[in-house]
């Protein structure tokens, strides 16, 4: 079966976990067996060898492989031409299906529009899981959120055809 290529593209406001939850869905990606996965120029040999920056954004894209498939996941979403030249990077190597983020409007969701038009991806809009507290209507701590976002996410990509 042939799949499409697509971009599941999560956006959001900033601090509103895209980041946390595509570093999430790149360390299960990794952990599947028998799949291959480089960060720049070295292999990932575990999940827990993903390099992360102090920002908390992907040192380097991941490229993940399994069963011939190429995923290519990069977490800089917050400026329109980081975005755009990281999507750029990707679809040269080429990849079946690229992960990114971008916020809500503006230059960085316009880039992930242009690139999926320009080279005929696919594109699926989501977003994190956000959990506000109802007695201060301030945003609670998400991380176990990031952790089930990314884990449906990996299920999407398996009900889709992309990956196991």
């Known amino acids: 079966m042939e799949t499409t290529k ?19 869905l790149a360390r299960l990606l990794v952990a599947i067996p028998g799949s291959s996965a480089t960060q720049g120029a070295h292999l990932l040999n575990s999940p827990n060898s993903i390099s ?8 380097e894209p991941v490229i993940v492989t399994i069963n011939g498939k190429t995923c290519g996941i990069i977490s800089m979403g917050d400026v329109g031409t980081d ?14 299906v690229i992960i990114c983020a ?7 969701v316009w880039a992930v529009h242009s690139i999926a038009e320009r080279y005929s991806y696919e594109l699926i809009w989501t ?4 959990k506000n507290n109802v007695h201060t209507n301030q945003p609670s701590p998400f ?12 299920n999407l990509l398996a009900l889709l055809g992309l990956f196991p």
């Open 143 to 154: 991380s176990r959120l990031n952790e089930l976002k990314a884990a449906h996410l990996k």
């Open 102 to 108: 971008s916020r809500t409007k503006g230059a960085t």
């Open 6 to 24: 697509t971009i599941i593209c999560i956006c959001g406001p900033a601090h509103k976990g895209k980041t946390k939850t595509i570093c999430e």
């Open 83 to 96: 975005v755009d030249g990281g999507l750029q990077e990707l679809v040269k190597l080429p990849c079946d």
């Open 52 to 59: 992360i920056n102090s920002n908390e954004d992907l040192d």
């Open 127 to 130: 977003s994190p899981y956000v």
